[in-house]
């Protein structure tokens, strides 16, 4: 089970860390991932670690404002967002892919395991 935590609301240029905490698995054995769903628009991948922390993607759109990590000891993953803006407004989900190989995916069904999300509101 994966547990999401850290959404809020928060003005224009802001900051939020979220957090996805693993219960029942360990997540040292999975690359992560964080995919966001805004009103109307399709799920869309954000940013992905794998297993190892070796590699790392992101979105076009975050890249240079969010930044992935993992602490395997904590078997949790976060998700810090730097200068948010109105369109980073969604739902947050993370996710788990059980590949062994340490490379990120972007597509959603590599995925096995998710999260039941945490809504980020970006309004001044």
């Known amino acids: 089970q994966l547990v999401e935590s850290g959404g809020g609301s928060v003005q224009p240029g802001g900051s939020l860390r979220l957090s996805c905490k693993a219960s029942?698995?360990?997540?040292?054995?999975?690359?992560m991932g964080w995919f966001r769903q805004a009103p109307g628009k399709e799920l869309e991948f954000v940013a992905g670690i794998s297993w190892n922390g070796g590699s790392t993607k992101y979105a076009d759109s975050v890249k240079g404002r969010f930044t992935i990590s993992r602490d395997n000891a904590k078997n949790t993953v976060y998700l810090q967002m730097n200068s948010l803006k109105p369109e980073d407004t969604a739902v947050y989900y993370c996710?788990?892919?059980?590949?062994?190989?340490?490379?990120?995916?972007?597509?959603?069904?590599?995925?096995?395991?998710w999260g039941q999300g945490t809504q980020v509101t970006v309004s001044s």
């Open positions: 029942g698995i360990n997540l040292i054995y999975y690359n």
């Open positions: 996710a788990a892919d059980p590949r062994v190989i340490p490379v990120v995916t972007t597509t959603p069904v590599t995925y096995k395991y």
